[in-house]
């Protein structure tokens, strides 16, 4: 193994291959940064110009977009309160209140370190592990995605700011937006009304536009209009310290980990895998009630988790020939083109071609990093252009991004919809991150509940008949009893301080 990675790194690092690399990676970032234009747009959108590369070369560019694409959400959703992709939603959650306290340096210093530590450790454990990982994988079938699903949305109850029921609130709105479209076992329409253009469902990308971007516009725009100051009072270029990576490091390894477990099952994105590994962080931190509120290891957990997916998601690809997200899928396509079968094959006939990935994969991630800290003094100049130009640019390419999708002035509508939505929860204090939770898991657990009925002819006994499934809801009724136990103290604490008044 170690001649065939030695051999990969030496291709990797050729004069051939490394500009392609650096250019794919350059390239997803700041397709990544984009609203609208996700790490899969990215990569659909070059694979045509992949058809006369030499396979390795091809592959190298593309697996370099999704590497790019993955960290570069992050840019936007750290500086504009717009996750340029779904898996950094999570990462606005800590992000931007750092930016907004003049942190945004420091906000993207430590997103970049723990894109890398997240991608980094992923793409060891592929080399090391996929077989394993793999078999591990293979055990999931509709009740264990089902209580993934259950575990995930338990992280409502954590992001909603010290209230609860407006989380649920929030959840249940997301819940209630995601049955839209056609029924996923019967294919009945529900909730359509008639209209032909949400017979496939709501498109997530329109509603985190206008949940995030959009509404923030508005507020902004507000602030403008009712002379508010809007600039930021103290802004600072300094990076994070030695106590920084110091305190990160420990969550940045283990969410890059869980990222890179949760990427291996195939169905469960890198959003997901941000929301579960920032869940965990909070539920293991000494000081809860910081998440969401600044909190560097908020955002260091949502950055390797959801960077972590980038090694975890090629483990059933190049194993089994089943693609672990949306982004694999595009990469199956390129597989094939080139004339490859996925599978436990492409180890045996080709070992140059993965471990030429497994080695690329390697050097994107440093790459990903130097362009990432280098990056940040330009990347910071952003927040200082004046909100009165900047409002303007956020709905253009918010309107742009939500456009892109499918070439639709209706996803634009939806956009705008949830933009005023979006304001009017803001207004009321009604955290907006649980509604996207719930689009995201609502389905997952859904279709998954109803296949695993099926499949047992409507016994519930796959809930404790199933080891894994068992996991999942152990840590499920685990972290409930958390966010109740920590919500019961930051009550305390408030009627402390008010009895002190």
């Known amino acids: 193994m170690m001649d065939h990675l030695l051999n990969g790194l030496m291709t990797a690092l050729s004069f051939d291959i490394l500009p392609i690399l650096i250019f794919g990676v350059v390239g997803g970032i700041i397709l990544g940064a984009m609203p609208g234009l996700t790490a899969t747009m990215g990569v659909a959108i070059l694979l045509p110009f992949t058809f006369g590369m030499e396979s390795t070369a091809a592959l190298v560019m593309l697996i370099g977009v999704y590497i790019g694409g993955i960290y570069g959400g992050s840019i936007s959703a750290i500086l504009l309160n717009t996750p340029g992709t779904p898996a950094s939603a999570a990462s606005v959650l800590d992000g ?22 997240g991608g980094f450790i992923s793409t060891v454990l592929l080399i090391g592990f996929a077989p394993v990982l793999a078999s591990f994988a293979l055990k999931f079938s509709a009740p264990e995605y089902f209580a993934l699903a259950l575990f995930g949305l338990t992280i409502i109850s954590t992001i909603s700011g010290g209230d609860i029921m407006k989380g649920l609130l929030a959840g249940t709105i997301g819940l209630l937006i995601s049955v839209v479209g056609l029924d996923p076992i019967t294919s009945v329409p529900r909730f359509t009304f008639g209209v032909q253009d949400l017979y496939n469902g709501i498109s997530i990308i329109p509603v985190l536009i206008g949940l995030f971007a959009l509404s923030e516009a508005l507020t902004q725009l507000e602030g403008v209009i009712s002379d508010k100051k809007q600039k930021l009072d103290s802004f600072s270029l300094k990076m994070l310290s030695r106590k920084d990576l110091k305190e990160i490091a420990p969550t940045a390894i283990k ?25 965990e962080a909070k539920r293991a931190s000494k000081t809860p009630e910081d998440f969401g509120n600044g909190s560097i290891k908020g955002l ?32 199956l396509g390129a597989l094939i083109i080139q004339g490859l079968a996925p599978g436990p094959l492409l180890f045996t006939y080709n070992p140059d071609i993965v471990y030429g990935i497994f080695s690329s994969m ?10 990432g800290l280098l990056g940040i003094r330009f990347f910071c100049k952003i927040i200082e252009i004046p909100r009165i130009l900047m409002i303007p640019i956020i709905m253009f390419l ?15 509508g939806i956009a705008a919809f949830f933009g005023l939505l979006g304001f009017l929860f803001i207004k009321l204090k009604v955290p907006l991150s649980p509604i996207l939770i719930a689009m995201i898991l609502g389905p997952m657990a859904e279709t998954n509940l109803r296949k695993a009925l099926l499949l047992s002819e409507g016994s519930w006994s796959f809930l404790y008949e199933r080891p894994i499934t068992l996991v999942f809801l152990g840590l499920t009724a685990l972290s409930i009893y958390t966010a109740i136990k920590l919500n019961r103290k930051q009550k305390a604490v408030i009627a402390e301080v008010e009895a002190a008044k």
């Open 96 to 117: 931007y209140t750092l930016t907004r306290n003049g942190q945004a340096a420091r906000a993207l210093s430590i997103s970049a370190i723990s894109s890398f530590t």
């Open 362 to 371: 390697l050097i994107a991630n440093i790459v990903m990093l130097v362009v």
């Open 300 to 331: 260091s957990a949502a950055e390797a988790g959801n960077n972590g997916v980038t090694g975890g998601a090629l483990v059933p690809l190049l194993t089994l020939g089943v693609p672990g997200d949306a982004v694999t899928a595009v990469l």
């Open 398 to 412: 918010s309107i742009i991004g939500a456009y892109s999708i499918n070439n639709s002035m209706f996803d634009v």
């Open 255 to 279: 969410s890059g980990v869980i990222g890179t477990v949760i990427g291996s099952v195939p169905g469960a994105g890198a959003d997901i895998a941000a929301f579960v590994s920032y869940n």
